[in-house]
């Protein structure tokens, strides 16, 4: 059984900065982050391969978003950057733990999700 807790949302004015946070017990693979606003589909931020060796990125956030993992923590971070009123959504964290991992955007591929941490950027 794996758990996964995000923090670290919150309000930040346009060009701020936050760190996303996501504690995890049990074991993964591949983890990402997505975010979602109201009743869309769930959007790929980015991913992270077991030894940090894949890091993918949505095309909307690249140059402005670094995803890590600190495995000895059991923590997986996101520190997004230059934020935009359109990065404002739910951010989940995303776990595989069967090591199947194809399409790192596609959200029915991960097999743990946590409750997601808001994050508006507001002027």
């Known amino acids: 059984q794996v758990r996964l807790v995000e923090s670290g949302g919150g309000l930040v004015q346009p060009g701020g900065s936050l760190r996303l946070s996501c504690a995890v017990s049990?074991?993964?693979?591949?983890m990402a982050w997505f975010r979602q606003v109201l009743e869309k589909e769930r959007e790929f931020v980015a991913g992270i391969g077991l030894k940090s060796i894949t890091k993918l990125y949505g095309d909307s956030v690249k140059d402005r978003f670094t995803i890590t993992r600190d495995n000895a923590q059991n923590m997986m971070y996101l520190q997004m950057n230059n934020l935009r009123p359109e990065d404002t959504a739910v951010y989940f964290c995303?776990?595989?733990?069967?090591?199947?991992?194809?399409?790192?955007?596609?959200?029915?591929?991960?097999?743990?999700w946590g409750q997601g941490t808001q994050v508006t950027v507001f002027s």
């Open positions: 995303a776990a595989d733990v069967d090591k199947l991992l194809v399409r790192w955007s596609d959200a029915e591929e991960y097999d743990y």
């Open positions: 049990g074991h993964t693979y591949g």
